[in-house]
């Protein structure tokens, strides 16, 4: 696997959000190379193009443009087969799952890197009014705080255990990444562990072929 490694490290800084995000997508697409082929490959890039560049239009006022990508987006989907279409889900179904993991990892690496974090209202008053808020401002804003109960059923867990255990291995593998002491062999190795894994996530079937019982239900909540 060391002609995949080598290709997806390329470039790659492995510092940021942004690093993390490209590494997962890279080793997305190798698996989706290998698993679904070039040609699926290609369609499901062309998607993600039409798709990004639809929204980011939109975002940036340009309505009839956004609009004109979205109809082609339309028009190209829909003459999607049926499994072609089920096999796209999944592509993006993961792709997200692995932003989702890339993102959480960040947002954890980010608190670590905070000096000093609020574990107080005190604490937040206080930087608040240091900041240039007004002690009456503040108070206004508080008094006008409203707090809710809301009552939910718990949902049945829609990520089976196997694929949640994978989750957690490719967090645990960003988070050894972000260690200076790795060379060259510990980060092919790495490398090598979060291919094996997003390769293992894309040939589990993702759905449950039984209803869970109680106590499965149970047992996904531990």
């Avoid at 503040?138 to 949640?164: D, F, G, M, S």
Wanted: aromatic share 4%; hydrophobic share 35%; proline share 2%.
């Amino acid at each position: 696997m060391t002609d995949v490694t080598d290709d997806i490290a390329e470039g790659i800084s492995f510092q940021s959000f942004e690093d993390d995000c490209k590494l997962l997508g890279n080793m997305l697409n190798d698996v989706l190379q290998r698993e679904v082929g070039g040609r699926f490959t290609e369609k499901v890039e062309r998607t993600k193009i039409l798709a990004q560049s639809a929204c980011n239009l939109r975002a940036s006022g340009m309505e009839a443009t956004a609009e004109l990508l979205e109809k082609q987006l339309a028009s190209e989907l829909s003459k999607t087969t049926l499994e072609d279409a089920l096999t796209l889900a999944r592509v993006f179904s993961h792709y997200l799952s692995l932003m989702g993991i890339a993102e959480t990892h960040h947002r954890v690496r980010k608190a670590r890197n905070v000096a000093h974090l609020s574990k107080s209202c005190d604490d937040t008053f206080n930087q608040l009014v240091q900041g240039g808020v007004s002690p009456e401002e503040l108070y206004n804003t508080v008094c006008k705080q409203e707090v809710e109960i809301v009552l939910t059923a718990h949902p049945t867990q829609i990520n089976r255990r196997t694929l949640q255990y994978k989750h957690i291995r490719i967090a645990h593998l960003l988070e050894y990444n972000d260690r200076a002491d790795l060379g060259p062999e510990d980060r092919d190795m790495l490398i090598e562990d979060l291919v094996r894994e997003i390769t293992s996530i894309w040939q589990t079937d993702e759905l449950r072929r039984h209803k869970p019982t109680p106590v499965d239900e149970a047992r996904a909540g531990i």
